[in-house]
């Protein structure tokens, strides 16, 4: 069974940092991309920041750019996302997903962490 665990998500004043945390388990964590997606009350769900598979290479929505920064360790299974300077904007609900690696393969989606960036 393919499972993704958030954690690290809180309330934070403007300015403040959160490292998100993503728990994989149920496959080869190694073989696949990952992403961190958010999502605000009312908004759609937009695509925050994306690392391959070794970690070589990573892109990030523009808004968050200079900011954040994904990263992930194969060996503990485990996505991170470092958010840093962070504003009332980024107030969402952040998602972790896993990326299909074949025409085949789904998306997999952990149940979500609450960032609340407020004063």
């Known amino acids: 069974q393919v499972q993704l665990m958030e954690s690290g998500g809180g309330l934070v004043q403007p300015g403040g940092s959160l490292r998100l945390s993503c728990a994989a388990s149920?496959?080869?964590?190694?073989?696949?991309?990952m992403s961190w997606y958010r999502q605000a009350p009312g908004l759609e769900r937009e695509l925050v920041a994306t690392?391959?598979?070794?970690?070589?290479?990573?892109n990030y929505v523009d808004s968050v750019k200079g900011r954040f920064t994904i990263s992930r360790d194969n060996a503990k299974k485990t996505v991170y996302l470092q958010m840093n300077s962070l504003k009332p904007e980024d107030t969402a609900v952040y998602y972790c997903?896993?990326?299909?690696?074949?025409?085949?393969?789904?998306?997999?989606w952990g149940k979500g962490t609450l960032v609340t960036v407020s004063s």
């Open positions: 690392i391959t598979s070794d970690g070589g290479r990573t």
């Open positions: 149920g496959f080869t964590f190694s073989n696949y991309v």
């Open positions: 997903n896993r990326r299909p690696n074949s025409a085949r393969d789904m998306d997999y």
